[in-house]
T-cell receptor, first 119, second 110 residues
Framework: EAGVAQSPRYKIIEKRQSVAFWCNPISGHATLYWYQQILGQGPKLLIQFQNNGVVDDSQLPKDRFSAERLKGVDSTLKIQPAKLEDSAVYLC?????????????????FGQGTRLTVV | GEDVEQSLFLSVREGDSSVINCTYTDSSSTYLYWYKQEPGAGLQLLTYIFSNMDMKQDQRLTVLLNKKDKHLSLRIADTQTGDSAIYFCAELQNTDKLIFGTGTRLQVFP
């Protein structure tokens, strides 16, 4: 089974520029998550989709970050404009469904992440 | 606060047991998880425990849960060099939000 695909793997941009990340979840997975992992910290949930609807985006800095999930499959995360403190690894994960995805019957699968460096 | 706390580092000799500790925040969290992250890789789910359990064993892994103290631990028996990684605990809060800990870097030396 193919895993969660993310691209690009690495990105370096100057502050105030824009950047977009792409995630292709595992086929059939209804739930998709974007996490931000700053060096030395644990992952922080930015946004959670169930199919193409947003379940939780309470920690998404909406003045500069946006995300969408086209047709309930692929997702893009955009930062515009970027700041130095946005330097992090952006992880995408998917699971079959919301509650069970984190629990007993299914698990959430993570992509390898996109490492963003803002200079 | 919202921080799930873990100690930063743990160093053990190969063959010994490792115990990684975690203090979580939400007493009504339904599931608690342990994830492993190797350099340059994504997160891998190792094991989980439901909140009505106090222990779970899965091969070399033993999870202990103390709900009263909101304390979770992961014991790795017969630790191998391949176990060297960062380990994150995570709690699924009753709002279905998954909160990760700060991570513990486990180093296994021969």
């Amino acid at each position: 089974e193919a895993g969660v695909a993310q691209s690009p793997r690495y990105k370096i941009i100057e502050k105030r520029q824009s950047v977009a990340f792409w995630c292709n979840p595992i086929s059939g997975h209804a739930t998709l998550y974007w996490y931000q992992q700053i060096l030395g910290q644990g992952p922080k949930l930015l946004i959670q989709f169930q199919n193409n609807g947003v379940v939780d985006d309470s920690q998404l800095p909406k003045d500069r970050f946006s995300a969408e999930r086209l047709k309930g499959v692929d997702s893009t995360l955009k930062i515009q404009p970027a700041k130095l403190e946005d330097s992090a690894v952006y992880l995408c994960a998917s699971s079959l469904d919301q509650v069970a995805g984190w629990g007993a019957s299914t698990e959430a699968f993570f992509g390898q992440g996109t490492r963003l460096t803002v200079v | 606060g919202e921080d799930v706390e873990q100690s930063l580092f743990l160093s053990v000799r190969e063959g010994d047991s490792s115990v990684i500790n975690c203090t979580y925040t939400d007493s009504s969290s339904t599931y608690l998880y342990w994830y492993k992250q190797e350099p340059g890789a994504g997160l891998q789910l190792l094991t989980y425990i439901f909140s009505n359990m106090d222990m779970k064993q899965d091969q070399r892994l033993t999870v202990l849960l103390n709900k009263k103290d909101k304390h979770l631990s992961l014991r790795i028996a017969d630790t191998q060099t391949g176990d060297s990684a960062i380990y994150f605990c995570a709690e699924l809060q009753n709002t279905d939000k998954l909160i990760f800990g700060t991570g513990t870097r486990l180093q296994v030396f021969p």
